[in-house]
């Protein structure tokens, strides 16, 4: 169990890691996302000036139809991986607070291993202390018995 805990948070920091990795591929799909409707929006404003100029070119109601039809469906999209994103930012957020919880719990058992290592050496060393100067004063009675 003494080693289990420094384990367990390599693990934890792996699977943060992989959360992470997540994160950035939603990231980077939000952005795609993003572009996509910008380029959407782009070209629709493209063909209305073209329709506004060219009135019988075709049917612009339909073409507006299509647009905002594609343009909803990206719309749900970027809402879906924004969800995703705040869902993957909340496991990380909860697997940051398990990892801290390691750690604390980890350095709270170095620090009693410590205190009791320290404890002990300071036992031994009071230990010699006592039994130094119960020699010193053996000897210094036994010097006064002698004289």
Known sequence: MKNSLPTLGRIQK?????????????????????????MLDEK?????????????????GLYTKRYLELREKEQERLRNVRRRIEEIR???????????????????RRTAARR?????????LDE?????????????NEGEKNV
């Open 90 to 108: 909340d496991i990380i957020a909860e697997m940051f607070k398990e990892q801290k919880t390691y750690e604390i719990v980890d350095e709270r």
């Open 44 to 60: 629709y404003r493209q063909e209305k000036v073209f329709a506004s100029q060219n009135p019988l070119a075709g049917d612009f």
């Open 14 to 38: 792996f699977k943060i890691d992989e959360q992470r990795k997540k994160l950035t591929e939603q990231l980077d799909l939000e952005e795609k996302i993003i572009e996509g409707i910008k």
């Open 128 to 140: 010699i202390g006592t039994n130094a100067y119960i020699k010193h004063h053996e000897a210094n």
């Open 116 to 124: 009791e290592a320290d404890g002990k050496e300071q036992k031994m």
